[in-house]
């Protein structure tokens, strides 16, 4: 692959998407500076980047080959698609139900506020300025999406899977979203104030710039995360936390037990008027974490 040739196709990508250099440099959690460089031909991503770039524009690897001669899909025009599958429910059931599928949808300012046992799919799809307030969502898949300035709060998304998707400036407060898994999705700037995270999993991607002011965290499990700029308060209990890069990140006013570390250092992670159990506390310990703002609660 030809380096100039390549940034001439991430130039073109990411204005079929309307969106700016800094815009794509904030999805990707790197500097404007180095999607500049790409795109005059200086350097070029590493493979990782490559894949998290080739979602944030809707394209496959194979477009930034010299031999790939498609454009870009418009996804800022198109109509959404609206399928409708007929599917059975439970044996004991004979009477069939609709179920719509969302995907491949742009979505602006669309009110899907109060909505109850949607469960739909809305993979593949542009979201910006959507509200989803007071609504239950469980069971919902997310797929490769562009989630940007949309309010789920006060909603039920439980037992949901949010994948492969780019979250910003969204609102998740007052939201319970036990046992939801967050797979490969980065998430910055987005509200998580007073939600139940029980249970939940964030892996193979990242957190930044999160508020989770009152956050439950109870079972739940970060794994090969970036977290920086996060302020964690609360109780911590019977949480997981591994092989995670961490910047910029405290716990005020915590309790953590039975919270588990493990790989990566822990130096980054400032701690202040926070108690900790005797597993935890060795757990900090031996990944080198600066104990002085926690104190070891009495057993």
Not at 135 to 157: Q, T, V
Not at 186 to 204: E, H, Q, R, V
Request: hydrophobic fraction near 35%; aromatic fraction near 10%.
């Amino acid at each position: 692959m030809e380096i100039k040739s390549i940034g001439n196709k991430i130039a073109e990508a990411r204005k079929k998407v309307n969106l700016s250099q800094a815009q794509l440099a904030e999805r990707l959690f790197i500097s404007a500076q180095a999607v500049g460089k790409w795109e005059r031909g200086e350097s070029i991503p590493d493979l990782i980047t490559f894949i998290r770039l080739a979602k944030t524009v809707g394209v496959d690897l194979n477009y930034f080959s010299d031999d790939f001669k498609s454009t870009v899909e418009e996804t800022t025009e198109k109509i959404p698609k609206i399928e409708v599958e007929i599917q059975s429910d439970a044996p004991k059931q004979s009477k069939n139900k609709l179920r719509w599928n969302m995907s491949s949808g742009n979505w602006v300012e669309a009110d899907f506020s109060g909505l109850k046992n949607l469960q739909e799919k809305f993979s593949s799809s542009n979201m910006k300025k959507c509200k989803f307030v007071g609504s239950e969502l469980n069971g919902l898949l997310l797929k490769s999406n562009n989630i940007d300035g949309c309010d789920f709060s006060n909603s039920e998304i439980n037992h949901s899977q949010i994948q492969n998707s780019n979250i910003v400036h969204t609102n998740f407060s007052d939201c319970t979203l036990k046992e939801t898994t967050f797979s490969g999705s980065f998430i910055m700037d987005c509200d998580f104030s007073s939600t139940d995270l029980s249970g939940a999993t964030f892996k193979y991607g990242g957190i930044q710039k999160n508020p989770m002011n009152n956050v439950v965290l109870n079972q739940t499990t970060f794994n090969a995360m970036y977290i920086a700029d996060i302020d964690f308060h609360g109780n911590v209990e019977d949480c997981y936390f591994e092989n995670c890069d961490f910047k910029r990140v405290t716990f005020r006013n915590a309790i953590l037990k039975n919270t588990f570390f493990k790989g990566g250092s822990l130096k980054k992670i400032k701690f202040i008027d926070c108690q900790a159990d005797r597993l935890t506390y060795e757990f900090l310990r031996s990944g080198k974490a600066d104990l002085s703002g926690v104190e070891l609660l009495n057993d």
